[in-house]
C-alpha cells in the first residue's frame, strides 16, 4: 500500500484526534513522516477533522443518490436520512456497498434511512461526511 493508502485505512478504522496520534501509527505501518507531509497527505486524501476525529472525504455516492438526499441528522448513535419519496431503498443499498466504517446496519422506508451506528461520535462523523442539513 501507498502511505497516502495506508493513512485512510488508519483514519476508516480507528478514532484518531491528533496528528501526533497520526504520525504514530503512521511510524507503525513503516511511514516515518513529518507534520508537514502528513498535512499534504490528508489535503490530499480529502481528510478532515470534525470536532473530534480525523474522517476520511465524504463516500463516492451517486449523482442520483445524492440529489435524493434531502437531510441528514442524529439522535445518539442512530443517523436518519431522509430521502425524496420512493427514493430511500436506493439510497441505502448504495450506502449498503459503500461498506462505511462503524456502520452496523441499516435500515430503509419509503423517504426514510436508519443507520446505526457504533458510537455517537461515529454517528456524528457520518453526518459530517455526509453534510448534516437536519
Do not use: W
Not at 478514532?15 to 507503525?28: D, F, H, P, V
Not at 443517523?79 to 427514493?87: D, E, N, P, T
Not at 441505502?92 to 461498506?99: I, P, S, Y
Amino acid at each position: 500500500m501507498s502511505r497516502q493508502d495506508d493513512l485512510r485505512h488508519i483514519i476508516e478504522h480507528n478514532s484518531i484526534s491528533t496528528q501526533a496520534q497520526l504520525i504514530e501509527k503512521m511510524r507503525q505501518c513503516g511511514h516515518d513522516v513529518a507534520q508537514a507531509t502528513l498535512s499534504r497527505d490528508l489535503k490530499r486524501i480529502g481528510a478532515v477533522k470534525d470536532e473530534y476525529y480525523y474522517i476520511p472525504d465524504r463516500p463516492a455516492l451517486s449523482e442520483i443518490s445524492l440529489g435524493s438526499v434531502l437531510g441528514v441528522d442524529h439522535a445518539l448513535n442512530t443517523v436518519v436520512i431522509k430521502c425524496r419519496a420512493g427514493s430511500a431503498n436506493a439510497v441505502c443499498a448504495e450506502l449498503d456497498m459503500l461498506d462505511i466504517p462503524n456502520v452496523v446496519g441499516t435500515i430503509a422506508g419509503d423517504d426514510t434511512i436508519f443507520v446505526l451506528m457504533r458510537t455517537e461520535k461515529d454517528a456524528d462523523a457520518f453526518c459530517v461526511m455526509f453534510g448534516r442539513s437536519g
